[in-house]
């Protein structure tokens, strides 16, 4: 049994609770044994040898999660969708293991993709054949012809399957389309029952899924082993729909209202914001700059009002889509600007109500005796400085089960 003995560090596990100044986190075999005050630790086992790791009076979090983001996708740094209609889908493959280490680099251990990656990828990471965080995978998006997930050019190419996308019609095709999904064992199924920002056929005020087809998909996961359905909704019809249909969680929901965020936290309902998602006008078209500008303008005054409201707010980026891969944290001063969060809020967004999120809250998301060693260090004090997050510069160790997967900081491990 290997046991590693964190400590001389503050402490910020996770529940929202009073940081601790002085605190000791005791890991054994990938699992959390004991956190708290230095005061109150139990004495080592010095015949286990343990590892004990003086953190410099840096602070410990849990491992943060992003709940939205698009592995398969190059983020504008990377290149276009388009140039990867050039290479062979073999190639796009090893492109993930370059996204999946910045991402986990950036203190980032578990991700909920939303669509682009399989079940196959989140199975090599899990099985140790990448390293990279751990996946929850939703595979493809569903979408009616002409909506969010229709990637047919005026050119008549058809980006639809490159991007990730199924086309669906009908409350029956929506349920078959939902069962393929899930005999690919997906963790979770997204749909589309608004318009977006990048799809060039609709905007994002156009209903997409209606309420019925909504309804059905949740049902079809409900009864395929509680399988849980997260809608990109950003306006106000497709927002309704998604909410009145029942999906765990709503994606972006920039145009909600006070009426609908009364649903949501009745329903339980989670929202993600992506408020880091903003295109910048040199990486995309003159059309998809101007529509993100409306609508994250509109995102941006919204927020506040559903973090005021009590919805849950999980912490997803879109990364790939719009941010790049590995700038992930940078929600998190966001949701402080603009949602009203405080430094803890925020925090507390990114572990426990993301982990919740994604149904894993039982083992991740909180710094507690019996949960999955999944551990950050910060540099400093983020709750002074919340923006200490985003700099992966002062993520100074992230630990996956445990395990030293990223050392800037030089601790002897």
Known sequence: MTTTILHNAQLIDGTGGDPVADAVVVIEDGKITWAGAAADAPAADESKNPVKVDLGGNTITPG???????????????????????VRP??????????????LAAGVTTVRDLMGVDAGVRNAVEYGMVEGPRLLVADRMLSQTGGHADWHLASNIDGTTLVGGDLVDSVDEARKAARVLLREHVDVIKIASSGGVTSMSDEPGWLGFRTEMVAAVVEEGKNYGGVPVAAHAIGYEGIRAAVEGGVHSVEHGYELD??????????????????????????????????????????????????????????????????????????LPLLVQYGGMTPMQAIVAGTKTSAECCGVDHILGTIEAGKIADIVVVAGDPLKDITAVADVEKILLVMKQGRAAVNRGSFSL
């Open 258 to 331: 006070d009426e609908l965020r009364q649903q949501m936290v009745a329903k339980g309902q989670f929202l993600v914001p992506t408020l880091l998602e903003t295109i910048h006008p040199d990486t995309a078209t003159p059309q998809a700059a101007a529509k993100s500008a409306k609508w994250h303008a509109m995102a941006h005054e919204s927020i506040a009002k559903s973090v005021a409201a009590g919805i849950k707010i999980a912490v997803g980026t879109d990364a790939g889509l719009v941010p790049d891969h590995g700038a992930n944290l940078g929600e």
């Open 64 to 86: 943060f999660f992003d709940v939205h983001v698009h592995l398969s996708l190059p983020g504008p740094s990377g290149g276009s969708t388009m140039q990867d209609a050039m």
């Open 90 to 103: 073999s190639f796009r493959y090893f492109e993930l293991i370059g996204r999946l280490k910045k991402t």
